[in-house]
């Protein structure tokens, strides 16, 4: 059986839904492409060790996690916390190979979120920006005072998106927020961004701009404001559920995503010109003339 937390095992509802994750993914079969080989990145290594001790108690599950890392680590060349946090609960529930077959399907199938487990991760800024424009859409009221307290998507949805709500929901919901993710692909995690503003709309407008931290814990559902018993956990199922009938068409997703795109690589090469500028200056103050070094 699969045990988490305090050792409980999984109720059978839960077992059940764990069971069919690998086949909604296509993780029941090898990967079409194997892993490239290339030597481990040592500053890689050190944060693993950092993120395992963080999340495991005991040497075993914290060898795993940084073995599993590691043997991921070539096909990006590069590490975000989500895909540790994401490995973590894995680790909880399949065998190593499982879960590499898994970790592979989402970080290279255009249905999932390729491009988000970088440190600097420009697919997820995209996505982000995305949410964005669907809010100002569907709840204005809502992205007006976001836009007021300063608070940008970035910030606070990487936990939605790139953390797949691994450190969001009590286990319950997200088990199904998890399924629903490998059954609908990326556009479910809009659909859910959408489905838990419309939840918190109420409190979030009874904020000022003022209260950051206040708007920041709300969206997070930080344990604060949603302790993980409310409703005895019902309050996060129905949220869960709530999202996936949440009307989205993914034509309109997918033409969000090529104009955000378009704006944040013209952002990036700004500020790559501007940096370039800089440093060309930097280099102009220190030209020292041949006549000057007489002196």
């Known amino acids: ?63 795993r996690m940084m073995d599993l890392l590691a043997r991921i680590w070539p096909e990006s060349k590069d590490y975000h916390q989500g895909l540790g946090y994401i490995c973590s609960l894995l680790i909880l529930l399949f065998d190593d190979e499982t879960i590499l077959r898994i970790l592979l399907r989402i970080c290279r199938e255009d249905k999932y979120t390729p491009g988000y487990w970088y440190a600097a991760p420009e697919a997820y800024v995209r996505d982000a920006m995305v949410y964005a424009r669907l809010l100002g859409e569907r709840e204005p009221e809502v992205a007006a005072l976001l836009q007021q307290a300063c608070v940008v998507p970035e910030a606070y949805a990487s936990k939605w998106f790139i953390g797949l709500c691994v450190h969001v929901l009590p286990f319950a ?23 838990l503003v419309s939840r918190v709309k109420e409190r979030l407008l009874s904020f000022k701009p003022t209260d950051v931290n206040l708007i920041l814990e709300v969206l997070r559902l930080d344990q604060c404001q ?3 018993d409310l409703e005895d956990g019902a309050w996060f199922i129905s949220l869960v559920e709530e999202a996936k009938v949440v009307t989205l068409d993914p034509e309109q997703v997918a033409t969000l995503r090529g104009e955000e795109g378009e704006k944040l690589a013209e952002k990036q090469r700004r500020i ?21 070094e007489d002196d």
């Open 1 to 63: 059986g699969v045990f988490l937390k305090g050792g409980e095992p999984l109720s059978e509802s839960l077992s059940a839904l764990v069971e069919g994750w690998p086949a909604l993914c296509g993780a029941d079969v090898p990967p079409e492409r194997p892993l490239p080989h290339c030597p481990i990145d040592e500053a890689a290594e050190r944060i693993f060790l950092r993120d395992a001790e963080r999340t495991f108690a005991d040497s075993g599950h914290r060898r």
């Open 173 to 195: 919901a997200l088990f199904r927020f998890v399924e629903a993710f490998l059954e609908h692909g990326h556009i479910f995690l809009f659909k859910f961004a959408l489905a």
């Open 226 to 228: 949603y302790p993980d």
């Open 272 to 292: 790559r010109e501007r940096e370039a500028q800089m440093a060309a200056e930097e280099s102009d103050d220190e030209i020292v003339f041949s006549d000057e």
